[in-house]
């Protein structure tokens, strides 16, 4: 692979440009770790989230509970760093491929895909790996 990250500002314009956002401004963006391939965590970007997302290669959101944009590790240090940003053959999701730092789910966990159906029975399948008032104390 060769990726370059962060992008100039011409090119993130082009992309943040061509994407389609829903009615809210808003589209999905999947984090997938780079080396293993697990799926970490779906969370929403706007037009900026992108924008800074391609020309810092720290991976930002848009958090709607806050209204505001969102640098993932801001406050737990659990930092994404772009590797690659793709998007679908629709325009209307992307794909960031990241190394992460730590724990990607705000539940302590290394990603938010941990419920599942074991034995018939719905299931934690990932313990908490560092306790959440020590990822935002």
Not at 33 to 61: F, P
Not at 69 to 98: A, I, M, N, P, Y
Request: glycine share 6%; hydrophobic share 35%.
């Amino acid at each position: 692979m060769n990726h370059t990250y962060p992008t100039t500002p011409a090119i993130a314009n082009q992309v943040a440009d061509g994407l389609k956002y829903n009615a809210d401004g808003l589209i999905p963006a999947i984090a997938q770790q780079i080396d293993t391939g697990e799926v970490l965590m779906m969370a929403w970007m706007n037009r900026d989230a992108v924008m800074e997302t391609l020309t810092s290669a720290q991976v930002c959101y848009f958090s709607r509970s806050r209204s505001n944009l969102w640098r993932k590790g801001e406050r737990s240090g659990q930092v994404q760093t772009l590797k690659d940003f793709r998007w679908d053959c629709d325009l209307d999701t992307v794909l960031v491929l990241v190394d992460q730092k730590g724990v990607a789910c705000h539940t302590g966990r290394h990603n938010c895909f941990y419920n599942s159906i074991r034995g018939g029975t719905m299931t934690e399948i990932a313990d908490i790996e560092i306790d959440p008032k020590d990822l935002y104390s």
